[in-house]
């Protein structure tokens, strides 16, 4: 996967720019940046840049070592990469936000929707349940080596969802030898966003596929999950997305006994920044506000991907990466002016 999208690496510009987030929207960026001669650091938390290019999607989606040949393309052309390091407003915080705002001529914001959307049902904190991104993301880290072990998930699993995430959860529990494993979706596989394709080809890899089914509660025993309740569904008219909207039919409760759940509903955009602070707005739903260039509410400040979008695919991620990357070339040529 290619980066850097110039034949060689001009010098036209000067500055520093910084880069949260080392995924597909802030890889890209980088890599429209460097060729215009400007100075690109890059922070990220996990252990090497990529993402969920690297940990959180199956080698067969996005083949691993295209992405890592496209970073050391980065690499040589000049972009430096710190890893392992939180950057935020918080005790957790490795390196504080001001500090990075104060350092450089313009910041990028591409830090991703990494909370995990919860579904607020009784037992969701029970052992045994686990939201997708953070259980894949630690599977994958263990799989490279970065640590030595993830949470098992037994001999059966229900995995909650319809998107590609939520495949790919299951295709996880496979890889580790889980013998029973369910996606458990409230519509029918015709409004799956995964698409009908993915969930017929999990089905000929032994996953039942459960349709119109939404969970009810988890249930456990000694604080370790050992089974759901489920409702029936029916498809009503057509909500906000588009698609029938689903609906419960009474009275319709069954258990269903796992070892295991994977909560895979999506996630929540993850600033690096509490709402009300640093001069840069968020929206409700926890989006960082831009206008049309790609800037913040704060000056000289910019968001790209997930954090900006909400979660989305990864062509959507590189596109607004790309745009972010032309809006701050913009600005550092007005800064330079003015």
């Excluded at 650091?41 to 996005?62: A, K, Q």
């Excluded at 998107?163 to 519509?187: I, K, M």
């Excluded at 269903?256 to 600033?271: E, K, N, Q, Y």
């Excluded at 968020?282 to 979660?311: H, I, W, Y």
Aim: aromatic letters at 6%.
């Amino acid at each position: 996967m290619k980066f850097i999208r110039c034949k060689d690496i001009t010098r036209k510009l000067s500055g520093k720019v910084a880069i949260l987030g080392a995924g597909p929207a802030g890889l890209t960026a980088a890599g429209s940046l460097i060729c215009d001669g400007l100075n690109v650091d890059v922070y990220d938390m996990l252990y090497e840049p990529g993402g969920l290019l690297i940990f959180g999607i199956p080698d067969f989606r996005i083949p691993k070592d295209g992405v890592k040949s496209g970073i050391e393309e980065l690499v040589k052309a000049g972009v430096s990469f710190t890893m392992k390091k939180k950057v935020g407003d918080d005790e957790r915080s490795d390196i504080m936000l001001d500090e990075i705002l104060a350092r450089y001529d313009a910041t990028l914001i591409a830090t991703g929707a990494w909370e995990p959307r919860k579904m607020n049902v009784e037992g969701e904190d029970l052992r045994g349940v686990f939201h997708a991104a953070p259980y894949i993301v630690s599977y994958y880290s263990a799989k490279l080596g970065y640590t030595s072990s993830y949470p098992a998930l037994g001999r059966s699993v229900a995995v909650i969802g319809g998107g590609l995430t939520a495949v790919d959860s299951c295709l996880v529990a496979l890889e580790q030898g889980v013998d029973d494993v369910y996606l458990v979706y409230r519509r029918t596989r015709k409004e799956a966003p995964a698409g009908e394709k993915e969930l017929i080809a999990l089905e000929r890899k032994g996953v039942r596929v459960l349709e119109l089914k939404v969970p009810k509660k988890f249930l456990g025993d000694e604080g370790k999950v050992q089974s759901m309740i489920t409702l029936d569904m029916k498809l009503g008219p057509p909500d906000k997305s588009g698609r029938p909207a689903p609906e419960p039919i009474p009275n319709s409760e069954k258990e269903i006994f796992v070892d295991s759940i994977i909560i895979a509903i999506g996630g929540l955009p993850t600033p690096p920044f509490k709402k009300g602070t640093y001069g840069i707005r968020l929206t409700s739903d926890g989006k960082v506000l831009v206008n049309d260039r790609k800037m913040t509410t704060r000056k000289g400040v910019f968001a790209a991907g997930d954090v900006e979008t909400g979660p989305s695919l990864i062509g959507p991620a590189i596109k607004s990466g790309l745009d972010a990357a032309l809006a701050i070339k913009e600005y550092m040529v007005s800064k330079h002016w003015n």
